[in-house]
């Protein structure tokens, strides 16, 4: 049971590249989140699933995309990164309560 | 819309000493409260949670919080701290079971001194 991963651990982009995060859970969760987190303002929902091919935007959605085409998988895209999308990203899955992956670290320079 | 404030970005306190981080919630209706600890370059890790029921709420660790709703407050309390203590603790609300509307607070970096 590993409960929630994500791909890639680290990544740096150039501005202007696109690349897609992939989180992946094996609680049969129906819920699934994707955050991002920043120094000094905890963290902030980018898009959220409640479940197999739905989604939905969070509090931060613009510039990110997302899909849901298998309960276990959520992946976030950037079609074009921006400097301003550099961030620890995390996905998270939930029954009652949340459980997070160990985040991904994404510098664009 | 519902939201949190925690009190001091950093806190220091001896190892042994009493542990203390303040967490203040608006919400329009009763919420989810959640506390939960970050360790470097982890997730986050649920502590304990509020769910309407005991407002007295004991997690892992020796960790406790108590919802007091006159004070719209939700701390987090430890007896004795220990040097493994030292991370960072956030604090969030929900008004729902799903929880895809938590939002969760700037977030407290507690160091503990020998």
């Known amino acids: 049971n590993a409960g929630v991963t994500q791909t890639p651990k680290f990544r740096v982009l150039k501005t202007g590249q696109s690349m897609t995060l992939l989180c992946a859970q094996d609680?049969?969760?129906?819920?699934m989140y994707w955050y991002r987190q920043d120094p000094g303002m905890g963290l902030r929902l980018i898009h959220y699933?409640?479940?197999?091919?739905?989604?939905a935007k969070g509090e931060v959605p613009d510039g990110y995309n997302v899909s849901r085409l298998k309960k276990q998988n959520f992946l976030l895209g950037l079609e074009s990164a921006a400097p301003s999308q550099t961030s620890v990203y995390f996905c998270a899955s939930s029954g009652y309560e949340q459980y997070f992956g160990p985040g991904t670290r994404l510098t664009v320079t | 819309a519902q939201s949190v404030t925690q009190l001091g970005s950093h806190v220091s306190v001896s190892e042994g000493a009493l542990v203390l981080l303040r967490c203040n919630y608006s919400?329009?209706?009763?919420?989810?409260l959640f506390w939960y600890v970050q360790y470097p370059n982890q997730g986050l890790q649920l502590l304990l949670k509020y769910t309407s029921a005991a407002t007295l709420v004991k997690g892992i660790n020796g960790f406790e919080a108590e919802f007091k709703k006159s004070e719209t407050s939700f701390h987090l309390t430890k007896p004795s701290a220990h040097m493994s203590d030292a991370a960072e603790y956030f604090c969030?609300?929900?008004?729902?079971?799903?929880?895809?509307?938590?939002?969760f607070g700037a977030g407290t970096r507690l160091t503990v001194k020998p």
């Open positions: 969030a609300v929900t008004l729902m079971v799903a929880n895809n509307d938590m939002r």
């Open positions: 609680m049969n969760h129906e819920y």
């Open positions: 919400s329009s209706v009763p919420p989810y």
């Open positions: 699933s409640v479940g197999e091919g739905t989604t």
